[in-house]
């Protein structure tokens, strides 16, 4: 991976941390936010638990975008990123474009299913 490559990454990386961070910190105050209203108006009680239903669904799939990351952010830190996990064969820039956090080759990938 060429140094520019690998720089574009850790920015992209490093900007999609924190717009996880907002993501997440939003979720949990809009939930927060939806608590306190229910207190107050006795509203729709059943469209209120399914909004907070909905919201903590995303912040858990934010939340693990987020480990994923910050577990590349800290493969750049060791010297391992681009590196595929399993095969310890370089993973294909084209990949990495596209998914920055990805830590494992397109085919090691691709065979994970098939895996025991
Ligand atoms: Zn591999």
């Known amino acids: 991976m060429r140094r520019e490559e690998f720089e574009t990454a850790r920015k992209r ?12 910190q939003r979720g949990d105050a809009r939930i927060a936010q939806i608590r306190s209203e229910r207190e107050i108006e006795f509203g729709d009680e059943s469209q209120s638990e399914q909004e907070q239903t909905r919201i903590a669904q995303v912040d858990e799939a934010e939340a693990a975008e987020l480990a994923r990351v910050d577990a590349a952010i800290a493969r750049i830190a060791e010297g391992s990123y681009g590196t595929c996990a399993d095969c310890a064969e370089p993973i294909e820039p084209r990949r990495l474009l596209a998914s920055p956090y990805a830590i494992l080759c397109a085919s090691c990938a691709g065979a994970g299913a098939a895996k025991p």
């Open 13 to 24: 990386l490093v900007e999609r941390r924190q717009e996880l961070a907002g993501i997440i």
